[in-house]
């Protein structure tokens, strides 16, 4: 059976208070026989056209790099009508996929319809995450929605996710949920036992923003976010900004 090209990703996070909340989650994950799939550091670029072309069509566009893992990871999401949750249709493409070329033909179909550029299959080896910011920018793609990193521990059972995200810059830590169908988010909130007070309803980029902007940061370093203070810089020159 031939696997779709999209899949409908399903969002819910919330904030950890402490540790032994932390613990009390994980425990009961366990005992449901979560198992711990994955302990690594993600970097995140979001970019968009200088005119916020992929924002206003509800669509977000990301380059990730995990550390443990060759290549980058390119991924394409539309924003779906969730009162609730954080809803997309998403597709994944990494250039070792079997289905690359089919997925990169989606993704700049659509690319394509909303902002009138792509990105060339020929351009998707990339050596170092300041390398993803050259290539986006290559390809008219110059603006930066957001450059984030997190530390993140996951736990998986039967294609569902629960994720243990450490922001930089002390911002805290955070338990992000990822589905693909409601039962299977509805089931999880409910043996987790979490109040419908508790979620967080802003995305990580609009959260980081947020966060940075109450510790006075402005103008686009809102939108840079990492935890080392060489890459920072390192990042900040990319983008022709001053700290």
């Known amino acids: ?9 399903l969002e819910a996070k919330f904030k950890i208070e402490n540790e032994a909340m932390k613990k009390t989650y994980i425990d009961r994950l366990l005992e449901q026989g979560f198992v711990l799939s994955a302990n690594h550091l993600e970097t995140d670029f979001v970019f968009d056209t200088e005119d ?8 977000i566009l ?3 790099a995990i550390t443990g893992k060759e290549g980058y990871l390119l991924t394409m999401k ?18 070792d996929d079997y289905d690359f070329f089919e997925k990169l033909d989606e993704i700049n179909r659509v690319l394509k319809k909303y902002t009138g550029k792509s990105l060339p299959a020929t351009e998707m080896k990339i050596q170092s995450a300041t390398e993803m910011i ?3 920018q290559r390809f008219g793609f110059t603006k930066n929605r957001m450059f984030s990193q997190k530390q993140r521990l996951v736990y998986q059972k039967d294609g569902m996710s629960v994720c243990f995200d450490i922001l930089p810059k002390g911002f805290g830590e955070y338990i992000e949920l990822e589905v693909f169908e409601n039962d299977q988010l509805f089931s999880l909130i409910d043996f987790l036992d979490i109040k419908q007070n508790m979620f967080e309803r802003r995305n990580y980029g609009k959260l980081i923003q947020d966060l940075m902007a109450k510790h006075e940061q ?17 990042i900040y020159l990319k983008f022709g900004l001053s700290r």
């Open 1 to 9: 059976m031939t696997k779709p090209l999209y899949q409908n990703e």
């Open 78 to 95: 539309v924003e779906q009508r969730n009162e609730h949750f954080q809803d997309y249709m998403e597709m994944d493409c990494k250039s």
């Open 62 to 64: 990301r380059y990730r």
């Open 218 to 234: 402005s103008g686009e370093g809102r939108r840079i976010c990492v935890f080392d203070s060489d890459f920072e810089k390192e």
């Open 52 to 59: 916020d072309l992929c924002k206003k069509n509800k669509i």
């Open 134 to 136: 050259t290539k986006a």
